[in-house]
């Protein structure tokens, strides 16, 4: 129900959005004898101040975060992921749905006071200040389509920043709700640091069981409910199957969906895909497979088609489930085809070497 009232919201601001550049537009052009032209630089502004606004909210993040001590790692708009590798800064592809783009940084030590704040609502700040700027240019130049597009930018901009700033407006936690756990939480504040670290390593080309194992707790199921430790602890779960303690991976992420109820979707997805995993190594038949594999897990698959971990798990359930070839090659394919331009090369490294052990096991079970 959550969900969908969030959808509902966000639509509806998007709405109202859109209404108010609509109905300014009109004002500002002059569209008695060119109606459709007007028309479709509305719509064009629209589309472009949504794309700007976004570059400008992990630019944002950027900008703040390193004044507040921190590092670059990566920023990503849209598919395009622009990563610092080799002290050069090279361009990599990277999907990940539900998100328009993301900026990662990393800082040295963790101490008190963690500066936090500016780091996460760094987006928020460049949206207001966007928006306001844009905003009084909008009634100062007098040219009519330069006016429609700053009053979209300035509009996009505010409700950029209302979607990233109110907690728990969105389905994924949002800038606002990372800020208030960490405020309210000071665990999380830990979590956020130790999530840091680990994408540092992972873009330094170490996979997650030659990372730090201080970076990874298995937090308490009260803890849980924050997401910061959740997505550690689901770290934590994928660093023992590269460890090769699979059992154990499996044993963590069902005692973490036995337990823990309100959980991200997924989080749920990757403990499900664990645990399966695990089956599938074990007793590629086990009955259990398909039925965790239901309607709910397929969909989330499906959406999550270039995630590397997902296609690690289908193909394992192809080879060795289905023993179809065919259709494993054509996973594996893909696989290939993404890991050309991922931008985390220990990720890459951990699910090369579970593809690998799946192949292993295929070939000792056909000989």
Do not use: W
């Not at 936090?116 to 009634?139: E, K």
């Not at 823990?260 to 695990?278: A, E, P, Q, S, W």
């Not at 690690?312 to 696989?335: C, S, W």
């Amino acid at each position: 129900m959550k969900k969908v009232l969030i959808q509902i919201l966000v639509i509806l601001l998007y709405a109202i959005g859109g209404g108010i550049c609509g109905y300014f537009g009109i004002s500002f052009l002059d569209s008695s004898d060119h109606f459709i032209l007007p028309l479709l630089f509305i719509l064009f502004s629209f589309y472009i101040s949504i794309f700007l606004q976004t570059i400008i909210h992990e630019l944002g993040h950027m900008i703040f975060g390193l004044l507040s001590g921190y590092q670059f790692i990566s920023i990503r708009f849209f598919n395009f992921t622009f990563i610092k590798e080799d002290e050069k800064l090279k361009v990599k592809s990277m999907k990940i749905p539900g998100t328009m783009g993301q900026c990662l940084m990393t800082i040295d030590h963790f101490q008190e006071p963690f500066p936090f704040v500016l780091y996460h609502l760094g987006g928020i700040f460049s949206n207001l200040i966007t928006a306001m700027i844009t905003l009084i240019l909008c009634f100062v130049i007098n040219q009519p389509y330069v006016q429609t597009f700053f009053m979209s930018l300035s509009v996009f901009g505010i409700i950029s920043a209302i979607t990233n700033a109110i907690p728990f407006i969105a389905e994924l936690d949002n800038d606002g709700t990372n800020v208030y756990n960490m405020i309210k939480y000071p665990i999380t504040k830990y979590a956020c640091f130790q999530q840091l670290k680990i994408v540092e390593s992972i873009n330094l080309g170490y996979s997650l069981k030659d990372t730090p194992e201080d970076y990874f707790t298995i937090y308490s199921h009260q803890d849980l409910k924050y997401s910061l430790c959740m997505s550690i602890t689901v770290l934590a779960c994928l660093r023992q199957i590269d460890l090769g303690h699979y059992q154990k991976a499996y044993d963590l992420a069902e005692d973490i969906l036995s337990h823990v109820f309100h959980i991200n979707d997924n989080y749920r997805f990757i403990l499900k895909g664990t645990m399966i995993y695990n089956m599938l190594l074990n007793d590629p038949q086990d009955s259990r497979i398909e039925i965790m594999r239901d309607k709910k897990y397929m969909k989330l698959s499906k959406l999550l088609s270039s995630d590397l971990t997902n296609l690690r798990v289908e193909y394992a359930y192809e080879l060795l489930h289905n023993h179809n070839p065919i259709k494993a090659t054509q996973i594996l394919d893909k696989f290939n085809k993404i890991t050309k331009t991922y931008p985390f090369e220990g990720e890459v490294i951990f699910e090369q070497n579970q593809i690998n052990h799946i192949k292993e096991k295929n070939d000792n079970e056909t000989e």
